[in-house]
């Protein structure tokens, strides 16, 4: 697990084709005297990774076809830049929210502007995955844990402020760029819990929840 708030950015040093999927290595300086183990959790832009070799301040992932397929990872290039950061520990601090990453998909930049100090960031995300997007609700993307402004029907909008500009790869996206992004895991189990296939003996139902205040009735 980890919290969306970002440690690092790491370069992309190294990328080999191997039998279908693909192995990467990340350069990362300040993880260099890090307790990092071989079989430690990484996310990468949000894509949680497992360090299978590490050679002084590079870590080597390899990723799969699975992951390939729902993530940019087969378009990463040396030298791109990516938002590192490291499994949480029970004594983190959860200063974001809890993330898992696993990336659900892939949303895309569509609007870009100023808003005082901050920058106000639109997002089209996937009709199949904007139903979990909400208001005020907690959202990851690129790794980064941010709370969504408001939404509108498949776009939804953020505030970045100028520090996580600065710590991380946000401020380097354009009009068009997509991005990983991972919806609130409270969302997801919700919905699951929600859609008739959980046992008879439950007692979690719609209107229990809406007599306790979680949904409207």
């Given at each position: 697990?980890?919290?969306?708030?970002?440690?690092?950015?790491?370069?992309?040093?190294?990328?080999?084709?191997?039998?279908?999927?693909?192995?990467?290595?990340?350069?990362?300086?300040?993880?260099?005297?890090?307790?990092?183990?071989?079989?430690?959790?990484?996310?990468?832009?949000?894509?949680?990774?497992?360090?299978?070799?590490?050679?002084?301040?590079?870590?080597?992932?390899?990723?799969?076809?699975?992951?390939?397929?729902?993530?940019?990872?087969?378009?990463?290039?040396?030298?791109?830049?990516?938002?590192?950061?490291?499994?949480?520990?029970?004594?983190?601090?959860?200063?974001?929210?809890?993330?898992?990453?696993?990336?659900?998909?892939?949303?895309?930049?569509?609007?870009?502007?100023?808003?005082?100090?901050?920058?106000?960031?639109?997002?089209?995300?996937?009709?199949?995955?904007?139903?979990?997007?909400?208001?005020?609700?907690?959202?990851?993307?690129?790794?980064?844990?941010?709370?969504?402004?408001?939404?509108a029907g498949d776009e939804f909008d953020v505030n970045v402020?100028?520090?996580?500009?600065?710590?991380?790869?946000?401020?380097?996206?354009?009009?068009?760029?997509?991005?990983?992004?991972?919806?609130?895991?409270?969302?997801?189990?919700?919905?699951?819990?929600?859609?008739?296939?959980q046992p008879q003996h439950s007692s979690l139902t719609a209107?229990?929840?809406?007599?306790?205040?979680?949904?409207?009735?």
């Amino acid at each position: 697990m980890f919290t969306g708030i970002i440690e690092t950015i790491g370069t992309v040093i190294a990328t080999k084709q191997l039998g279908g999927d693909i192995r990467i290595t990340v350069q990362a300086p300040a993880f260099a005297e890090r307790d990092v183990a071989l079989g430690d959790s990484i996310a990468s832009n949000g894509v949680c990774l497992t360090v299978i070799e590490q050679h002084g301040d590079a870590f080597v992932f390899d990723v799969s076809r699975e992951t390939i397929t729902h993530s940019l990872i087969g378009e990463w290039k040396v030298g791109a830049r990516v938002n590192l950061e490291m499994a949480m520990l029970p004594t983190t601090r959860l200063g974001g929210h809890l993330v898992s990453g696993h990336v659900d998909g892939l949303a895309q930049l569509c609007q870009l502007e100023t808003d005082a100090r901050s920058t106000r960031m639109v997002f089209r995300a996937p009709a199949d995955l904007s139903r979990y997007i909400a208001r005020k609700g907690s959202i990851t993307i690129n790794g980064v844990s941010l709370t969504v402004n408001s939404v509108a029907g498949d776009e939804f909008d953020v505030n970045v402020i100028p520090h996580t500009f600065e710590v991380t790869t946000l401020g380097g996206l354009g009009i068009g760029d997509k991005v990983h992004i991972e919806v609130d895991l409270i969302a997801r189990y919700l919905e699951r819990l929600m859609s008739g296939e959980q046992p008879q003996h439950s007692s979690l139902t719609a209107g229990f929840l809406a007599e306790h205040g979680f949904k409207s009735s």
